[in-house]
């Protein structure tokens, strides 16, 4: 599982055990040590039903094909590694299956990366649910396209087609749709998506983070069209938000300099943690961040070598960091991005819609350019900027997988001044300060998605 998955599913334990339901993460061990002192902190909070840590053993092997060191893991083809993985984590489910004969829990929320957890759970009566990790839309989206395979009947690439039994007027085009699903060709992919699907449809439901008010046409299209047992839960960050601002996230660099800003000024760029750009296209998205006028936090995967100098790096403008020194802000590591969202000062947020940046996006109030490279990330976009009109794209037209080169300096200066100047940007900054207070209301006490969770655990409960 990525980043993107594992987060909202840590959420998801520490929200379970919060209303006094005692939960337990299953993880491996290298993960159980990211997952520590979170899990710590959340417990000293709890008045009861602390979380606890079982770990099973990943098989990284030579047999495998995964490297036996974490330093070792560039060297190997992303496809292949993926590749990897995907056969690797099926020997997951014998560890599974003895501790859930140990612990005989009443429910297992299992990632859909793993579709024979319901096979396991069922093994000792025990429901399984399905944690997707995206929208509804994006669910009701892909059932659609699979069912109906739209894509088929346009005379080109670039022509647009509407999603067919789908609320409002969603178009794409064959180029936002992932490799294998518009060349048809059967591979890890395609075979982890049919037993998803097969296994889900086995299992207990399906959790969604989400809310209700964020998306209740879809919400409605997915439980009483398509007739699949849902339950919305989220957003899980925002029943979380104290715990992801504590001490040392306050005095990050970023949020110091953050604190000297005026409001709504500075647009904050971060693609998440998989995404990777060529050294080209890191060039114009500097060069288009200068051209804005704009002050800036952006967020980028890649460390100086010991052979750069602050002025030689070859993805950079000559002199870019002197230049916009003040003005702009380039973070080579890790950023809070929960408390910089949150910052006052924030304005803009360019992002790739991830599900979780852009929940995080929404909770935060703040319009968006969207840059969708692969997964859902082009349904994301559509809710954004179509369904919710809190955004503006950046005009990527061709789904990727996970490198992407394609956008010019124009554009992302055009994209960035649309969210951060004139009456267009204040009415999406309206929109989207609404949303932030909806999704705060959602997971309150006689919200949305607060009365969602109980009505869960409620049935859970009843049925022993």
């Known amino acids: ?178 490799e294998f699903v518009r060349h048809e060709v059967e591979n890890y992919m395609t075979r982890l998506l049919d037993e998803a699907r097969e296994s889900e449809a086995r299992s207990y439901g399906v959790v969604v983070n989400s809310f209700y008010e964020l998306e209740p046409e879809y919400a409605d299209h997915y439980r009483k069209v398509l007739g699949r047992k849902a339950w919305h839960i989220g957003p899980v960050l925002v029943c979380n938000r104290d715990n992801k601002k504590e001490k040392e996230v306050k005095e990050h660099k970023c949020l110091m300099w953050l604190d000297s800003k005026r409001p709504n000024s500075i647009v904050y760029v971060s693609f998440g943690s998989v995404a990777k750009f060529t050294d080209s296209q890191l060039m114009e998205i500097a060069l288009g961040l200068e051209a804005s006028g704009h002050g800036f936090i952006w967020v980028v995967r890649r460390k100086r070598t010991e052979t750069e100098d602050n002025d030689e790096e070859k993805w950079l403008p000559k002199g870019f960091e002197k230049r916009m020194e003040g003005k702009g802000l380039v973070v080579r590591d890790w950023a809070p991005q929960v408390a910089i969202l949150d910052h006052e000062a924030v304005g803009g947020f360019v992002t790739h819609c991830g599900w979780n940046s852009t929940l995080e996006g929404v909770s935060a109030g703040v319009p968006m350019v969207t840059w969708p490279m692969f997964a859902e990330q082009f349904f994301n976009e559509k809710l954004v900027t179509q369904i919710l009109r809190i955004g503006v794209s950046v005009g990527v037209r061709k789904w990727v997988r996970f490198v992407g080169d394609s956008v010019k300096r124009e554009a992302v200066e055009k994209a960035v001044r649309r969210v951060m100047e004139g009456e267009e940007a204040e009415e999406m900054r309206g929109r989207a300060k609404k949303l932030r207070e909806m999704a705060k209301r959602a997971v309150e006490e006689g919200g949305s998605s607060y009365c969602e969770l109980s009505s869960l655990i409620a049935e859970l409960k009843s049925l022993g």
């Open 1 to 178: 599982m990525s980043h993107g998955h594992m987060i909202p599913t840590v959420d998801m334990a520490k929200l379970f055990s919060k209303r006094g339901v005692r939960s337990t993460i299953i993880t491996t061990p290298l993960n159980a040590l990211l997952l520590s002192d979170t899990i710590q902190n959340t417990n000293r909070s709890l008045i009861s039903s602390e979380i606890q840590i079982k770990t099973i053993n990943f098989p990284c092997s030579s047999r495998s094909g995964l490297p036996q060191h974490c330093e070792n893991i560039d060297s190997v083809p992303s496809q292949d590694l993926i590749m990897a993985f995907y056969e690797a984590t099926a020997a997951l489910q014998e560890p599974l299956e003895r501790l859930l004969d140990e612990h005989r829990p009443t429910c297992l929320v299992a990632d859909m990366f793993f579709p024979w957890a319901t096979d396991a759970a069922a093994k000792f009566g025990v429901r399984r649910l399905v944690f997707h990790g995206t929208s509804f839309l994006s669910l009701s989206a892909w059932q659609s396209i699979t069912v109906h395979e739209p894509y088929k009947k346009v005379s080109s690439d670039f022509e647009p087609f509407r999603i067919p039994d789908l609320p409002g007027e969603i178009r794409l085009t064959r180029m936002e749709l992932p």
